[in-house]
């Protein structure tokens, strides 16, 4: 009777090795299953160069410290015009918070003329064009994935050129003068980005420059001044180097 006893317990304990030993090799049989995919996250940072096309306009204020037109009829109305230029900068990512500089030229060529009413048939005039312009701006921006709104501010400084004519019209004093002027002024900007690929980047921007006044001396005694901003709106595409 032991020993019928003693067989039974032996074979119970080998049926559960070998049960525990099928179940080991099972999980071993089994395929490994990996932890899903992590979409990858948007990189902004980097070095990016672009062009840009858009509209531009500029209204300058003329200063007339001399008296010598009475200071009438010397702010005309906004000129329109085009503006295309370049872009680039560098971004810093932290989380979803982009900082960076963004420098900018841009060509315009805008003109704006204002006639001095001095009486009918009057040939005085002032007028000033805005050749091109520039700046640089500290940029703070909020990437939400693949699109960033921003502001940015810094220095901007622009290529003038400004001619002050006037016959003699009416016993005043002729002159006919030019100045070309290198004028800073302070740029700020709004927009959005998106990311079209991991290198590829479009913008919609809108900035606004507000210039120094110039002073140049037309004649002895009569000295002239004139202070411009400048609104833009623009679109522009730009490279970034390095993907994601």
């Known amino acids: 009777m032991k020993k019928i006893l003693f067989a039974a317990m032996i074979a119970s304990l080998g049926s559960a090795s070998f049960g525990s030993a099928s179940a080991f090799a099972a999980d071993l049989m089994r395929p490994a299953y990996k932890a899903a995919a992590i979409s990858p996250v948007y990189n902004w940072s980097g070095f990016y160069v672009g062009g840009q096309v858009g509209g531009a306009s500029l209204s300058p204020m003329f200063k007339d410290p001399s008296d010598a037109f009475d200071n009438q009829g010397l702010n005309p109305d906004r000129s329109f015009g085009v503006t295309g230029g370049v872009y680039g900068g560098y971004n810093w990512q932290i989380r979803n918070f982009v900082v960076g500089l963004d420098a900018q030229w841009s060509w315009y060529g805008s003109s704006t003329v204002s006639s001095q009413p001095f009486g009918p048939g009057s040939s005085s005039l002032l007028s000033t064009t805005l050749n091109d312009a520039g ?47 290198t004028v800073m002024g302070l740029a700020v900007a709004g927009g959005v980005e998106h990311m079209i690929s991991p290198n590829w980047i479009v913008r919609g921007q809108v900035q606004y420059t507000e210039f120094a006044t110039q002073n140049f001396e037309a004649a002895p005694f009569t000295s002239f001044g004139q202070q411009s901003n400048l609104l833009e709106a623009t679109a522009g595409v730009s490279y970034k180097f390095g993907g994601n």
């Open 135 to 181: 700046s640089l701006k500290a940029r703070f921006g909020l990437a939400l994935d693949d699109t960033m709104v921003y502001v940015a501010a810094g220095p901007a400084w622009g290529n003038f050129s400004t001619h002050a004519f006037n016959a003699g019209d009416f016993e005043t004093t002729p002159f006919d003068a030019t100045s070309r002027k």
